[in-house]
């Protein structure tokens, strides 16, 4: 048994209470029809041919975005019709990361699945032999240049990045309108204009405080405006150099996490990622701090409700930055029954006119050359990712499941308002 497997095995231990959903599909290969090799052929063994030429092969699509579900599915709706010996099912499930590591762990890894190529997990399942190499493949000659650089492992290529992604503050410009209001340039400014909306009868801020995620990318990005080096102050933490608790810029961020939830709905501990969408959809808060990957979902709530974007303010303009990674991106397993369709599912994404659908329904920047992305909504942040004012996403560079102990942590922070116990439990996750 690889040792990956051993790791996932007592992961799923620990998780028996998720659901797995879906499965691989028992259907064989398209064309594979007689061996025979006699060179005469009567009538039953060419039907036999043509039956099994003309049988439709379900790959399954495991898809991680609850935002992306719709985009795919009119996709894999033109693929299938210019494909129609192939039918592409989309898989996508509640914690859908846990899912996919519980299922690799099980011999059950899908014909393809979406990832997240910059992670920890994504290389032990690359460097562990899950997933198909696509080295070689002329698919990914479409991918801008440096970005299937970006994320090798050990020289092989694992997955097709198809956009990337940031976060940011969303604003109802409706209301900012109304109140003369302007986004802000400093952190200072942000929290002015926390009270003015709160003194004016609104609720400012929309906080899903029940996914813990939400809250630890919040922290994420404050941390790359904030240190003057963010990775090497958290390498330091985890090579026992450095000491959360004697830093300033750390108890500053903290202090501000637990500020912020002043100016949120009473029960954000109850508030899910997809009712904070709601809030601010339906203009019962002002803002949103989220990734730009929440535009669609908004959208679908109310299209009539009127947004733009800023970036979640530094305590300086000249340290102002975003944060960035691959957000859409596709693998497949190294042992699917189905290479062939597979690998045309993922080719066929990767053409420009199929990115540019994605583009279009997603709304994120594309990876992929020719494809022309220009959300007004985004253009103070993509501003700044044009000018290199940003910074890859920190927990990139941590262990395997040291992101979802950040954001636990910062979740308990937001609970107990404990800024010294949380000063020490970042001490404790980062040495283990």
């Avoid at 039956?51 to 033109?78: G, H, M, P, R, W």
């Avoid at 109802?172 to 952190?187: A, H, S, V, W």
């Amino acid at each position: 048994m690889k040792w990956m497997k051993k790791v996932m095995v007592t992961m799923l231990a620990l998780c028996m209470a998720v659901s797995f959903a879906g499965c691989k599909s028992n259907n064989e290969p398209a064309n594979q029809g007689s061996t025979n090799q006699d060179t005469t052929t009567n009538d039953n063994e060419t039907s036999d041919q043509n039956q099994a030429s003309d049988k439709v092969v379900e790959i399954e699509f495991f898809q991680q975005k609850v935002e992306a579900v719709d985009t795919y599915n009119a996709l894999i709706k033109k693929f299938e019709e210019e494909n129609s010996n192939i039918k592409v099912i989309q898989n996508n499930v509640p914690d859908a990361g846990s899912v996919l590591m519980a299922r690799v762990a099980s011999d059950d890894t899908p014909d393809v699945f979406s990832d997240y190529p910059n992670t920890a997990e994504f290389k032990i399942r690359a460097e562990e032999g899950f997933m198909y190499d696509f080295t070689g493949q002329a698919f990914l000659n479409n991918v801008k240049e440096g970005i299937v650089e970006s994320v090798e492992i050990n020289e092989g290529n694992y997955t097709l990045p198809i956009s990337v992604n940031t976060i940011g503050v969303y604003y109802n410009t409706r209301i900012f309108k109304e109140l003369g209001l302007e986004p802000p340039k400093e952190y200072t400014e942000f929290e002015l204009l926390l009270e003015t909306l709160k003194n004016n009868g609104y609720t400012p801020l929309a906080l899903a405080d029940k996914e813990s995620w939400t809250v630890g990318i919040t922290l994420n990005q404050m941390s790359g405006c904030e240190f003057d080096n963010a990775e090497a102050f958290y390498a330091s933490l985890e090579n026992g150099t450095g000491d959360a608790a004697e830093s300033p810029d750390l108890r500053r961020m903290a202090e501000r996490l637990v500020a912020l939830r002043d100016y949120s709905t009473e029960d954000a501990l109850a508030v899910g990622y997809g009712d904070a969408i709601n809030l601010f959809a339906n203009e019962e808060t002002v803002m949103l701090i989220q990734g730009i990957w929440a535009m669609p979902s908004i959208q679908k709530a109310n299209p009539d409700v009127e947004f733009s974007m800023f970036p979640v303010p530094a305590s300086n303009t000249e340290n102002q930055k975003v944060i960035y990674g691959i957000d859409a991106a596709v693998s497949m397993s190294a042992d699917t029954e189905h290479p062939e369709e597979a690998l045309k599912f993922i080719e066929f994404l990767a053409q420009p006119e199929n990115a540019q659908i994605f583009t279009n329904m997603d709304k994120s920047p594309s990876t992929i050359i020719g494809v022309e992305t220009s959300v007004k909504e985004f253009k103070m942040l993509t501003d700044l990712l044009d000018v290199g004012k940003s910074f890859q996403w920190h927990h990139f560079k941590w262990k395997a499941g040291m992101e979802g102990q950040f954001n636990d942590t910062a979740q308990e922070l937001i609970v107990t308002k404990d800024i010294d116990a949380y000063l020490k439990q970042m001490n404790a996750i980062f040495a283990q």
